[in-house]
C-alpha cells in the first residue's frame, strides 16, 4: 500500500459565528485512487476541501503531504505544494482562448512555452482531451468548459486534484468522459478527490469514499465493499426511497398558458426555439428533459417573461395567473449573496410591503416568519440573519426553492431545481413541487435528471436542438424512450 500524498490530522474547524463545520475529521487521499467525498448538504465538504486549498485554515489538527506538515493560509500557497482545485462554479474567462486560460495560471518556464499553441495542444493530448487550444471558452459547452477547469488545475505539477461536484452540470456520456479523464490524470500518480451526491456514481466511478454527517466522519472504506442503501444511510442517518413516485395520482385541470408556434433565432452558444408549441393546465407537473444547451434556458426565460419569442405567442389564461420561478443559476439569479437567509427567503413579499409597519421594515416578523420556512425546508444555518453567502451550495438552493414555493403562484417554474442537493434534500424539494401541483398548481420542472422527472411528472416533453421531439406519459416515460428522444429525436 502507497503511503499517502496528503492528510488531514484530526482537523476541527469553528467559525467565527460559533458554527462547528468540522469537527477532529482524519482523512488520507493516496496517489492514483479517486476519493469520493459525500454527505449531506451543510456536511462539512466545502469547509474541508477549502482546508485543503488554502481558503480556510483549521482551528485544530494539521493538514500532512507525504508525512510533513504544511500550512496553507491562502491558495497560492496550496498551489505551490500541487494541489489544484476545480469549482462547482467555473472561473474561466469567458473572451479568451482555451490557450489563454491556461496561461494566466502558468508558471515560470511553462507560461512562457504556453505562447506557443503546438505547447499547449500537447499538453491538453497528454490528458486525452478533445479541445481546440484555440476555442474561444465561452462558446463551449459545459462540459468542455469543466475540461478547461481540470487543465488549469493541471498545469503547474499537481500531485493532488480537488473537484466540487463535477457531474451535476453533466449527462451520463458527459459523466464517462469525466471519470475517463480523471482515470489518465491518476495513472500519473495524482490523488483525486471528488465531492459528489451521486451514489450510483461513486460506486462505479470510485476507489474508496469518506462520508461526513455534521461535521463529522460517519464511514470510510473501498467502493467495492459497500452497497447503495448502505452508502445513502450513513449518508443521511436513514433510508431513502429514492424510486417511488411522488404526489398523488392527478387528472390536469382548466389551462393556464399557452406556447403557440413559437420561435426563437438561433444566436452564439444558442440554438433558438423553433415551433415550440405548449399548453400547461392546472394541477400537473410537467418535465422538460433533454441534454443542457438544447433550448431549455431560452424556453424558461419565455415561461418567465423575461424574453418575447420572435414569432408565434405566449398567452397566459387570465391576469390572475401568476409564475414562480426556480431559476438554474443560483448565485447570480436567485439570489442577493450578502443579504440574510431571511431576506432572501422573502424578498418578493418584502418588495410589495408585506413586512412594513409605520413605513419600516417590521424586523421581528421578517425573522419569525423566515425562520418557520428554515426549519420547513431544513435549511441549514446558523441563524436567520446569517448572509446567504456563508451557507452550501445544496442549501442556498433550498433557500431559492422555499421562496418560490411560498409565492403560491398559479405557475411554478423549476429549472434543475435538485441541482447540489444530497438525496434526501432533493427528495424533499421534488416532493414539495409534486404537493404544489397535488394542490392545483401547475409546475414546470426542467432538468436533465431523467430518473427525478420520471418519479415526480405527469407527462415529459423531451427538447433536442431547439425542438421538441416528443412528448411521453404513463408507461412511456422509461429512461431508453427519453434517453433517445434527447439524443437522437426520435423514440426507442
Do not use: W
Request: hydrophobic content about 40%.
Amino acid at each position: 500500500m502507497p503511503s499517502p500524498v496528503i492528510e488531514l490530522d484530526h482537523v476541527s474547524k469553528r467559525y467565527p459565528n460559533g458554527f462547528l463545520a468540522l469537527e477532529k475529521v482524519c482523512l488520507s487521499f493516496y496517489p492514483g485512487e479517486i476519493h469520493a467525498l459525500l454527505g449531506e448538504n451543510g456536511a462539512g465538504k466545502s469547509t474541508l476541501m477549502n482546508i485543503l486549498y488554502g481558503v480556510h485554515e483549521p482551528n485544530e489538527g494539521g493538514v500532512l503531504m507525504n508525512g510533513r506538515q504544511v500550512v496553507h493560509r491562502r491558495p497560492a500557497d496550496a498551489i505551490a505544494n500541487g494541489i489544484g482545485m476545480v469549482h462547482q462554479h467555473f472561473k474561466l474567462v469567458a473572451p479568451f482562448t482555451v490557450a489563454e486560460n491556461l496561461a494566466l495560471v502558468a508558471r515560470g518556464e511553462r507560461k512562457r512555452a504556453f505562447r506557443r499553441t503546438a505547447e499547449v495542444r500537447a499538453f491538453i493530448q497528454v490528458y486525452g482531451v478533445d479541445l481546440d487550444p484555440n476555442a474561444i471558452v465561452g462558446t463551449l459547452p459545459l462540459a468542455l468548459q469543466q475540461r478547461v477547469e481540470i487543465l488549469k488545475a493541471l498545469v503547474n505539477d499537481t500531485c493532488v486534484l480537488l473537484l466540487d461536484e463535477p457531474s451535476t452540470i453533466l449527462t451520463p456520456t458527459e459523466i464517462d468522459a469525466l471519470y475517463d479523464t480523471l482515470r489518465r490524470i491518476g495513472e500519473k500518480g495524482a490523488a483525486i478527490a471528488v465531492v459528489t451526491h451521486n451514489v450510483d456514481e461513486v460506486l462505479a466511478k470510485a476507489d474508496r469514499y469518506t462520508i461526513l454527517r455534521r461535521g463529522k466522519t460517519n464511514g470510510a472504506g473501498l467502493t467495492k465493499s459497500c452497497t447503495p442503501d448502505e452508502l445513502v444511510e450513513k449518508i443521511v442517518g436513514r433510508a431513502v426511497a429514492t424510486g417511488t413516485r411522488l404526489g398523488s395520482p392527478r387528472c390536469a385541470g382548466e389551462e393556464r398558458m399557452r406556447v403557440s408556434a413559437v420561435n426563437l433565432r438561433p444566436a452564439s452558444g444558442s440554438p433558438g426555439l423553433h415551433d415550440i408549441n405548449l399548453v400547461l393546465r392546472k394541477r400537473e407537473v410537467i418535465g422538460i428533459a433533454g441534454v443542457e444547451g438544447n433550448g431549455q434556458t431560452e424556453l424558461f426565460e419565455l415561461l418567465a417573461g423575461r424574453r418575447r419569442p420572435d414569432s408565434g405567442v405566449v398567452a397566459r389564461s387570465g391576469p390572475d395567473v401568476t409564475v414562480a420561478l426556480v431559476p438554474q443559476d443560483r448565485q447570480h439569479e436567485g439570489l442577493s449573496l450578502d443579504l440574510p437567509v431571511s431576506h432572501n427567503l422573502l424578498y418578493p413579499k418584502i418588495m410589495r410591503g408585506s413586512f412594513r409597519r409605520f413605513g419600516l421594515l417590521d424586523h421581528a416578523a421578517i425573522a419569525e416568519c423566515s425562520k418557520e420556512m428554515i426549519a420547513r425546508s431544513d435549511i441549514r444555518t446558523h441563524s436567520h440573519a446569517t448572509p446567504a453567502r456563508s451557507l452550501s451550495g445544496g442549501n442556498q438552493q433550498k433557500i431559492v426553492v422555499a421562496r418560490a414555493m411560498a409565492e403560491s403562484a398559479s405557475i411554478v417554474v423549476a429549472y434543475q431545481p435538485t441541482r447540489g442537493l444530497d438525496m434526501a434534500a432533493a427528495d424533499a424539494v421534488l416532493s414539495r413541487l409534486a404537493d404544489a401541483a397535488d394542490a392545483d398548481a401547475t409546475v414546470i420542472i426542467i432538468s436533465s435528471n431523467i430518473e427525478e422527472l420520471i418519479r415526480v411528472s405527469d407527462r415529459i416533453v423531451v427538447m433536442n436542438g431547439g425542438r421538441m421531439t416528443g412528448e411521453v406519459s404513463g408507461d412511456d416515460m422509461s429512461i431508453e424512450i427519453i434517453g433517445s428522444l434527447m439524443t437522437y429525436g426520435r423514440g426507442a
